[in-house]
């Protein structure tokens, strides 16, 4: 994956597998773009190369890319 490009902060979800003994990261915005990792840090680094895939493959493919959603804290 290359660092060269920069990627929008897209919000990422995080579960326990216990079946697959995983963590497994998803992201809302971009269906289909998921990933996993047997460690909490794997699995959001996989989330990221993840993300970074999606993008580049929408933007090869000239698929429009959602917006990452904001979300506000109270």
Same mark, same amino acid.
């Given at each position: 994956?290359?660092?060269?490009?920069?990627?929008?902060?897209?919000?990422?979800? +995080?579960?326990?597998?216990?079946? #697959?003994?995983?963590? &497994?990261?998803? $992201?809302?915005?971009? +269906?289909?773009?998921?990933?996993? #990792?047997?460690?909490? &840090?794997?699995? $959001?680094?996989?989330?990221?190369?993840?993300?970074?895939?999606?993008?580049?493959?929408?933007?090869?493919?000239g698929?429009?890319?959602?917006?990452?959603?904001?979300y506000?804290?109270?």
């Amino acid at each position: 994956m290359s660092n060269q490009n920069t990627y929008p902060p897209y919000s990422i979800v +995080l579960e326990w597998e216990p079946e #697959g003994g995983v963590f &497994v990261v998803r $992201v809302p915005e971009l +269906l289909g773009c998921h990933a996993h #990792g047997r460690t909490y &840090v794997e699995a $959001v680094d996989q989330g990221q190369d993840a993300i970074a895939s999606w993008i580049d493959a929408a933007r090869a493919w000239g698929t429009a890319i959602p917006a990452p959603r904001d979300y506000a804290l109270n």
